[in-house]
């Protein structure tokens, strides 16, 4: 699966940014969509998470309520809407997909991967 991973910038705190990420390839082998972050000098982290060919969908603890995931069915397409956005949302948003959505919260368990796109959060 190839993924192309679109949407970021430069927001204002409490401002709002909605990522996408185009799936192409061998699609039909998704069972889960991922999204994780990346912010200078730490480790990869999970954001969110949606199960592939049905609603459910999982959330960090520190994005929930803020953050919705979900996924165009026409189109292959998965999105990452992103409100009351804050400095330390700060990262490298990236997506990826996996054979499992039971592992939809770890980063080892998937693999394909976008190439990422930086969110910037600051007045």
């Known amino acids: 699966v190839q993924l192309q991973a679109s949407g970021g910038g430069l927001v204002q705190p409490g401002g709002s940014l909605r990522l996408s990420c185009a799936a192409s390839g061998r699609t039909s082998s998704i069972d889960v969509v991922g999204w994780f972050r990346q912010a200078p000098g730490r480790e990869r982290e999970f954001v969110a998470a949606?199960?592939?060919?049905?609603?459910?969908?999982v959330y960090a603890g520190s994005v929930s309520g803020r953050f919705t995931v979900s996924r165009d069915n026409a189109g292959n397409t998965m999105y990452l809407e992103m409100s009351n956005l804050k400095p330390e949302d700060t990262a490298v948003y990236y997506c990826?997909?996996?054979?499992?959505?039971?592992?939809?919260?770890?980063?080892?368990?998937?693999?394909?991967w976008g190439q990422g796109t930086l969110v910037t959060v600051s007045s």
């Open positions: 990826a997909t996996g054979t499992s959505w039971r592992w939809a919260r770890f980063k080892s368990k998937y693999d394909d």
């Open positions: 949606r199960a592939w060919s049905s609603d459910l969908t």
